[in-house]
Each structure stands twice: as C-alpha cells, then as structure tokens.
C-alpha cells in the first residue's frame, strides 16, 4: 500500500496545496473531473468570458444614446465558445500535466473515498494511505425534485455553456447570482429570457433596497415570475421540443430550452466520510474550525464543500491559510473570514462587502448614505439613470459596516470600501486622507463617503 505525507482531493484551489519543496513529499493529489475544478472549467472563468461578450453586445445596442449609428448585426456563438474553452481549456491540460510530470506528486484520476481516517481508494484503484488529508471537492447545482424527476431535458451551470447552439427562448430557474449572470449573458445575445424565482424578488441574499432595485430594472428586460411555486415540468407536447414550467398560481412559462439555476450543494456525500470519522453540517458542508481542521485528527478541508463562502477568492485565501498551517502546526492561523466581497457579473453589475440593511435594521446602530451614478461627471457621461453605492456606518467608531454597490464596474469600485473595511480605516480618512481622480467614475464612492452624517 503507497503511503504519502499529504494526500489532496480536489485539484481546484486544493491544486495550491502541492508544497514547493520536493522534501516535503510525496504527494497525492486526487482529481475525478476536469483538472482545476469548477471556477476553471465550468464556473467563474469561463462565465466570465461569456459575460464579456454579453457586455459588448449590450454597449452595441446602446450605441444610439450616444450619438453612435452602431447595431448588432450577428451573434456568432460557436466563436465566442472556442475563444472561452480553448483558453480554459489549455490552462487545465498544462495544469494537469505539470502535475502529472511532478517527481514529489502523484496524480491520480478518479473518485476518492475514505476506508478510514487515513486510507482512501480511488475507484478500482489500490487503497493509498496518508498522514494527513485535505477535502476540497467543491459543490455542485442542485436541481429540484420536481424538475428532476420529470424527464425533460434541463442544464444546470455545469452545461449550458456547451449549448451547440443559441435558443430563441429559454427559460431559468432561480434568481440568484447564477441565475442573474447567465439571464445576462443570454438575453444580451438575442435569446428571449424567462426567469421562475420562489422568493419574492430576485438576488434575495443581498442587501434588500440592492435586491429591490435589481428586480425592478430586470423587469423591464426580462420576463421574470416571483414568488412562483412550481408544480410540474412537461414539453408541450408529444414529441414536442422546448419545456413547459407549470406554476401553482399563474400561466405556464414555456422556453426552447430549460436552464435551473436554483443553488449549490456540497460535494461531501459521496466521500466516505464517516468511515473517517469527519462530521457534516446540517446543510452538508463539512464541519471544520477556524483553522480548517476537521472533527478528524490529521483530516483538513477548505473552500465550497466547507467553506460558508461559494467564492474562489475565498477558496484561494483558505488555501493560502492551509498551506501555512499544514506547515507551521505549532503556529496555526485563521481563515480570513472578516470581510468577503462578492460581484454578481450581471446588468447591472452588482458588488456588496460587509453587513446588509436587513443586518443591522433593528439590531444595531447605523447610519446610511446613498450615492446615484448619475449625479457624478462620469455617471452623467455614462448615462447611468440606475446606478447607486449605499454605504452603512457604525455612528460610534465612523468604521464602515457595509457597502453594496449597483451599476458599471461596481467590482471595481468596491476594492477601495473592501481595503478600508479589511484595515480599520475610518470614513472620515477614507474620503479625505487620498486624492480621488477627477471626474473618474470612483467619484461615486467619494461622494457616498462624504454623505455619511458622521
């Protein structure tokens, strides 16, 4: 039986574990899917390149407004999918093979399960054994029964991007981030967009008057049902293509094709976790401390299967974090949980760090502060009717609480309020010990600061 110093399962942001130094081998390293996990291959990166496009067709369509005789001639979607996945695509293979011709790591490609605290088999594979084990397997889309059990043909995250072609018409489910991201990407390419969401607006997690806001411009683009109860999912017909979405009150929604976008899951269930003797959360993620340790001796984990945050930043910093402390056991140190900013790559984009009016309303003292693009120079020149940065702050000390951030570049313009929060700076310095380049869009964020009655 191959015994290793450290065996790693996950080649995501667990793919950063590998040390540096040879010496501290041999390593296993595990990976059942694509080498470099979701963000690489599936999620973030490749999104994000979609999300690009989409933004460049929405800036065509606005040509007008600026006194520019532009139109969007043709979509040309097997073209924008080669420049996405051949990019991705090569990172992971070199990713892969680098590892692969690694003399201190072993990669392995299949399904890891535990046969106890110490000893995992991969598929078919021998059992190998290790001192110690880090879990980051990540998550995956979770569908709802009723869409599950149905036998209609439905994409999640994980394939839409490889759709062969454009739709006229599709139909998503959820109202998340996902949801609001790829309802972006697709109705800004000419496909008809139809959004199902349970709750009452979309973006529900988010500060309200942000989510409120969201909701009310993606109305006018998209053909949105809140507050809708999904009762069966059918094609229209016998033999017929596209899906219907029957809603307990309401019309049926019908689209070309089907896209559920209704949240994550952690991949912890298919792991043999309790041979190890590794204890789950109620919602499946697995319980770790604040240094990443699980309820094992020796057993560690990080990012989506455990972490609170689905956020590749936050996978990475955990690493980073892991990284030290499988090193320094004796010098252990936190997860960097404090401040976690996350963006929504949607229109408009959407950013948010710290606490939400619903936080501190009734819990807490604050004061607030709204800033509209429009009433700064480069929000006019934009013709940003929409765009505002709120601000929360506690009256007390005159530290930032929250900031969320709705229109162009907010994950940008948020970088500077996520600094100040992360290093204890107050508004007051904030907005007056720096320069802020005039009449650059950041200018919304100054003014926002200087409106707090602190």
Known sequence: ???????????????????????????????????????????????????????????????????LGAGLTGVDWKAIQERVFSHTGQISADGRQARADADAVTLFEGRARFRGPHELVIDDQAPITADRIVVATGARPTVPPVIAESGVTFHTSDTIMGIDELPGSMVIVGGGYVAAEFAHIFSCLGVAVRVVEMAPRLLGTFDTPIAERFTALARRKWDVHLSAQITGVRRPGHNGTGV??????????????????????????????????????????????????????????????????????????????????????????PFPHDWVPAAVFTEPQIATVGARRQDLAGHRPFVTAT????????????????????LYADPATGKLLGAHILGSQAALLIQPLVQAASTGLSVAEMARGQYWIHPALSEVVENALLKLPL
Not at 2 to 25: C, K, M, T, Y
Not at 377 to 385: E, H, I, M, P, S
Request: proline share 5%; charged share 25%; net charge negative.
């Open 1 to 67: 039986m191959r015994h290793f110093r450290l065996a790693i399962i996950g080649s995501g942001s667990g793919n950063s574990l590998v040390p540096e130094d040879p010496g501290q081998g041999p390593v296993a390293l595990i990976e059942a899917g694509a080498f470099g996990g979701t963000c690489l291959n599936r999620g973030c990166i490749p999104s994000k390149i979609f999300v690009h496009s989409a933004d460049v067709a929405a800036e065509i369509r606005r040509a007008g407004q600026f006194g």
């Open 244 to 333: 219907t979405v029957e809603l307990e009150d309401g019309p049926a929604v019908t689209g070309d094709l089907l896209l559920v976008a209704t949240g994550r899951q952690p991949n912890s269930d298919d792991l043999g976790l309790d041979a190890a003797g590794v204890s789950l959360r109620d919602d499946g993620r697995i319980q770790v401390d604040e240094y990443g340790r699980t309820t094992t001796e020796g057993i560690w984990s990080l990012g989506d299967v455990s972490s609170p945050f689905e956020l590749k930043h936050v996978a990475n910093a955990e690493a980073r974090t892991l990284a030290h402390n499988l090193a320094h056991p004796d010098d252990l140190r």
């Open 371 to 390: 800033q509209d693009y429009d009433d700064t120079t480069y929000g006019w020149a934009l013709r940003d009717t929409s765009g505002i940065c709120t």
